[in-house]
C-alpha cells in the first residue's frame, strides 16, 4: 500500500487542523492506520492509530483529549483532526499502516507515507 500524508500547514496556538492520509490499492480496509510525528531535532514518537474497522484507538498522553483519529474505509483514507493545537504540536506528520496490530511502536507499521509539516505559532 502507498501512503500519501497532506493537510499539514501554519496554524496559531488554540486553532485547529485536520491532516488525511491517502492510501492506494483495494486492502487498506485491513490495515490498521497510525500518526507519527517528528520534530526538528527529537526523534520520532507515536501520536495515534486506529484499527482497521474503527473499533479501537489508541493516544499518546500529549494529544489525548485534543486530538481524534479516525478512518474512511470506503475512501482509503485515515484523518487526524488536531484542536487546541500548541507550538509543540510543530512537526512533520507520518501516516503508516500495520499488516498485523494496531500499535503505539514504530516498529510495527508495515508502510509509511513522505509526511506533512503542521506548524503552530505561538
Known amino acids: 500500500v502507498q501512503l500519501q500524508a497532506f493537510g499539514g500547514g501554519l496554524v496559531q496556538a488554540g486553532g485547529s487542523l485536520r491532516v488525511s492520509c491517502a492510501a492506494s490499492g483495494r486492502t487498506f480496509s485491513s490495515y490498521h492506520m497510525g500518526w507519527f510525528r517528528q520534530a526538528p531535532g527529537k526523534e520520532r514518537e507515536f501520536v495515534a492509530s486506529?484499527?482497521?474497522?474503527?473499533?479501537?484507538?489508541y493516544y499518546a498522553d500529549s494529544v489525548k483529549g485534543r486530538f481524534i483519529i479516525s478512518r474512511d474505509n470506503g475512501k482509503n483514507t485515515v484523518y487526524l483532526q488536531m484542536n487546541s493545537l500548541k507550538p509543540e504540536d510543530t512537526a512533520v506528520y507520518y501516516c503508516a499502516a500495520s499488516r498485523t496490530q494496531i500499535s503505539r511502536s514504530a516498529g510495527d507499521y508495515d508502510y509509511w507515507g513522505q509526511g506533512t509539516l503542521v506548524t503552530v505559532s505561538s
Open positions: 486506529i484499527s482497521w474497522r474503527s473499533i479501537s484507538t
